[in-house]
């Protein structure tokens, strides 16, 4: 019988089509603004062209509007800079908090159990809350007249140190500054970069650890069994035996919500619109403020975009690289 | 007995006689002359697409919903409503307006945004010349609003709100306090609350980041005070002597412990929430908040809501921001003519009027832009008077640069402000030096100072 090879082409055209309507496009047309002067407040020529003609785009690029300018422009924008600053910070903490709190929930939950079994189902909704919706709660609960998470804050961790440090006080030549109960955390530039991360944390470590409990399973028994007639404790089994064998799921799950922090906009909108002063502002967000709100330039916009795509496709190749040496 | 027989007999013959009166008086509002319509509907059957923000909002569901439907009667021409929440609606009106094909004919877009969209919006001076539109009716700040300080009126004044002090009337009375008509005389009621002992913040402000609201009492200082952001030449002037003096005011607020520590953070609505939930004793805001005060929870806090005119500045002038939504067509719309005509329907007095006396629910709300509507007794009579209030204020209101770089500027001055806020200790005068720096930059970059 002979093979019809048009036969996968047709199954996969429709999905090829949508990749390429939402994905391919819109990456190509970036690129080609990453290069031009293109303002949205100035109907542009060619966009118009794009929008009525539907002939092929890179036809009608004029080539004498291409420069370098706004890669250049880029490097020397101290509010770029900071986002890029910012963007390290929020991923460096963000990313250890999930993957620490991740792993040590999955410790917890791991055991069979009807409680664990509950437990499990409902570490998934944190995730499921939509990152906007995150950052409007997260913002109301630390609010400093009203909200739980700073009271909580206060009655969990300020007012007992508050009391250890009254008692050492009494000591001669000890005069210890109490902690205050009155932070503003979203006005202090450290405190609401730190709470930016922990709602990212909120919703992200509950998932990491429900990826740790399945990596969990999978490990054989006869090996925590083995070390245990070696003697070793809880504590020297995690260390030398556990953490080794997660060793490569940590791996993709830093990677993975790497990437993930690396593109954080949404709670940064809703919880702390960037501030205290430029404190928040990731990439995406300036991105955002460069391209639709502020400056309304396209073009450079898409230049910043271009950036961020080159460090998300370093972390994307070594996660897929590493997805498939694991494969 | 026959007294009330001929008491009635006369009764029924006056109303028979004003039935006609009444019939007529009611009916206008469905008389297509009334608006100056086309009454053979020459439009029927378009379909007109209206971009607008938070239609939740009474102050734009009033506008919106209420009468489209007899417009539609009057016109054959239906309106539908594209509703984005305020927090993506600048993002979304830029990307209507650039984009060639879009399905919107009308939008409603704020004041200072409008600079931005001005290439895409289609030129209403004969509109207003032709449809006898009274110009003068709209202040002079709602008026520089929709002509962006040119000659060219880009849109018509559709929602707009003067700064008005929301205030607890029983606080202030029982410290023995006047209404404080300046901004030193509100620091000085402040402390007054501050030392009666009484568990309320004295005042609520909002210098967070949050679409640049912290600055909108900033202008009110500044202004009253007698400088300006740009001076003749378009160079950045607010950190001359007298800008560094209004900041300091500003500032004050919150530094000499008037306003909460965490007002630094906080947004206009979060500000206004202090006041509704019984922890603020003032506020300054937009007046469509009132209603807010007005509906609280609280008896203490709805019993007691009372408005004045925002504050001036002690031996200065009185002088705040007039925010104003204009209503514009896009040049692009396929449907000029029959966009035209709802423009005359939807921006005529008696529909302006009709919408400011409705007392459905959802629907009910303060908002008027024309003068007349402001000063009708029986408009100011079913809100208390705040109409009139809001007059007083419109007299010396002001609008802000309408240029197409203040977006840019805008980000710039609003976290100027905040880091200001947040740290008691900094130093006014050289973080207003380096924002002046940034925004020279800006003009400077976009060619204000050549030659």
Redesign the interface.
Not at chain 2, 98 to 101: A, I, Y
């Given at each position: 019988m002979r093979k019809k090879r048009w036969v996968p082409w047709v199954l996969v055209g429709p999905a090829l089509v949508v990749v390429f309507a939402t994905t391919i496009y819109p990456l190509l047309a970036a690129l080609y603004y990453s290069f031009q002067k293109y303002d949205l407040r100035k109907p542009p020529q060619f966009a118009v062209q794009f929008a009525t003609e539907l002939g092929d785009p890179l036809v009608s690029i004029d080539w004498s509007l291409v420069s370098l300018n706004n890669y250049a422009r880029a490097f020397s924008d101290s509010r770029f800079i900071n986002s890029l600053n910012v963007t390290f910070w929020f991923t460096v903490i963000s990313v250890a908090l999930s993957v620490i709190i991740g792993l040590l929930i999955a410790v917890v939950v791991q055991k069979n159990g009807r409680l664990h079994s509950l437990t499990k189902i409902l570490l998934i909704f944190p995730f499921a809350v939509s990152p906007a919706l995150k950052g409007y709660s997260w913002r109301y609960m630390l609010n400093e007249e009203y909200g739980i998470y700073d009271l909580l804050i206060d009655v969990a961790i300020v007012r007992p140190v508050n009391v250890v440090i009254e008692l050492v006080n009494i000591l001669p030549f000890v005069d210890i500054a109490p902690l205050s109960e009155s932070i503003v955390w979203l006005a202090d530039k450290f405190w609401a970069l730190f709470m930016l991360a922990m709602s990212e944390t909120w919703g992200w470590a509950p998932l990491i650890a429900l990826m740790f409990v399945g990596a969990l399973g999978s490990i054989d028994e006869q090996i925590f069994e083995a070390a245990r007639i070696d003697g070793a404790n809880n504590l020297q089994i995690f260390w030398r035996v556990t953490l080794p064998l997660l060793r490569p799921v940590i791996l993709i799950v830093t990677m993975l919500k790497t990437i993930f922090s690396l593109k954080m906009f949404d709670q940064v909108v809703t919880m702390t619109g960037g501030g205290p002063v430029r404190a928040t502002q990731t990439i995406n967000y300036y991105i955002h403020q460069v391209g639709f709100v502020r400056n309304l330039d396209i073009g450079y916009a898409s230049a910043l975009s271009y950036i961020l795509v080159v460090i998300l496709t370093v972390f994307a190749v070594l996660y897929v690289s590493k997805v498939l040496n694991r494969d | 007995m026959v007294f009330t027989r001929k008491f009635l007999c006369l009764l029924t013959l006056v109303l028979f006689l004003a039935l006609p009166f009444a019939t007529v008086s009611a009916q206008d509002h469905m008389d297509p002359a009334t608006f100056g319509l086309d009454a053979s509907k020459p439009y029927d059957g378009t379909h007109l697409d209206f971009l607008i923000c938070c239609a939740a909002a009474p102050q734009f569901a009033s506008a919106a919903f209420k009468g489209a439907e007899e417009f539609t009667a009057m016109t054959g021409i239906s309106v539908s409503f594209g509703d984005v929440p305020f927090?993506s609606f600048?993002?979304q009106l830029?990307?209507e307006a650039?984009?060639?094909?879009t399905e919107y004919d009308i939008v409603a877009y704020v004041d200072a945004w409008g600079t931005?969209?001005y290439?895409?919006l289609h030129p209403l001076n004969d509109f207003v010349a032709d449809a006898g539109i009274d110009w003068d009716d709209y202040g002079p700040a709602y008026q520089s609003a929709s002509t962006g300080n040119s000659d060219t009126i880009y849109g018509l004044p559709f929602r707009g709100h003067p700064l008005l002090l929301h205030y607890r009337a029983d606080v202030l009375e029982a410290v023995g306090a006047d209404v404080p008509t300046t901004w030193q005389e509100l620091s000085e009621v402040s402390q007054a609350i501050v030392d009666s002992g009484m568990d309320i913040a004295p005042v609520s402000m909002y210098y967070?980041?949050?679409?640049d609201q912290n600055l909108f009492n900033w202008y009110s200082h500044l202004w009253g005070a007698g400088t300006d952001i740009f001076d003749e030449n378009w160079e950045p002037i607010f950190n001359n002597e007298i800008g560094v003096a209004a900041t300091e005011q500003y500032a004050s607020y919150v530094r000499d412990g008037y306003s909460?520590?965490?007002s630094?953070?906080w947004?206009e609505q979060?500000a206004n929430q202090?006041l509704i939930q019984g922890?603020a004793a003032m506020f300054i805001g937009w007046w469509w908040m009132a209603s807010r005060m007005l509906d609280a929870e609280l008896p203490e806090v709805s019993e007691n809501a009372a408005f004045a005119p925002a504050p001036g500045w002690a031996g200065g002038d009185i002088a705040s921001y007039g925010y104003l939504w204009p209503v514009g067509i896009l040049a692009q719309s396929d449907d000029l003519e029959a966009s035209l005509e709802y423009m005359k329907w939807l921006t005529h007095p008696l529909t302006e009027r009709r919408i400011v006396l409705d007392e459905t629910s959802g629907l009910n709300t303060n908002v008027a832009v024309r003068l007349s509507i402001l000063a009708d007794e029986e408009v100011n009579a079913a809100h208390g008077g705040l109409q009139g209030i809001a007059s007083e204020v419109l007299a010396n209101a002001r609008t802000i640069p309408l240029i197409?770089q203040y977006?840019?500027i805008?980000?710039i001055l609003a976290?100027t402000i905040?880091?200001i806020?947040?740290d008691a200790n900094a130093d006014i005068q050289a973080i207003l030096d380096l924002a002046a720096e940034d925004v020279r930059f800006v003009m400077e970059s976009a060619g204000y100072y050549d030659g």
């Open positions: - | 927090g600048q993002e830029y990307l650039s984009n060639p094909n931005n969209i290439d895409y967070g980041l949050n679409v909460p520590a965490a630094v953070a947004n979060e202090e922890r197409p977006t840019e805008v980000p976290e905040n880091e806020a947040i």
